[in-house]
């Protein structure tokens, strides 16, 4: 079974930066997508990003202009790249693999301070 392992994840002030990273245990090649999802408290889980296995990407309107998703294959890890954070970007955030089976990590905690 494929397991997805997220880190990245903090505390960090209005304004600041970081980098959520996840490493499936398999190879990268074997998901026609994978995505970032995020879930705040008393809220659904929602779309953040996602990326085909042909580039192809789509983003949330919220997050749009300030964060960015990408992989390197080589490092056979997805990325998500979070600037210009907002206390409203609050959440677990979660990895997403869709292939012969969609597989979730176990999510990572970002909070934005006002």
């Known amino acids: 079974q494929v397991q997805l392992v997220e880190s990245g994840g903090g505390l960090v002030q209005a304004g600041g930066s970081l980098r959520l990273s996840c490493v499936p245990s398999g190879s990268i090649f074997a998901f026609n997508i994978m995505a970032w999802y995020r879930q705040a408290p008393g809220k659904q889980r929602e779309l953040v990003a996602l990326?085909?296995?042909?580039?192809?990407?789509t983003y949330a309107d919220s997050v749009k202009g300030r964060f960015t998703i990408s992989r390197d294959n080589a490092k056979n890890t997805l990325y998500l790249q979070m600037n210009s954070l907002k206390p409203e970007d609050t959440a677990v955030y979660y990895c997403n693999a869709r292939g012969p089976v969609t597989t979730w990590g176990q999510g990572t905690q970002v909070t934005v301070s006002s």
């Open positions: 990326m085909t296995n042909l580039g192809g990407t």
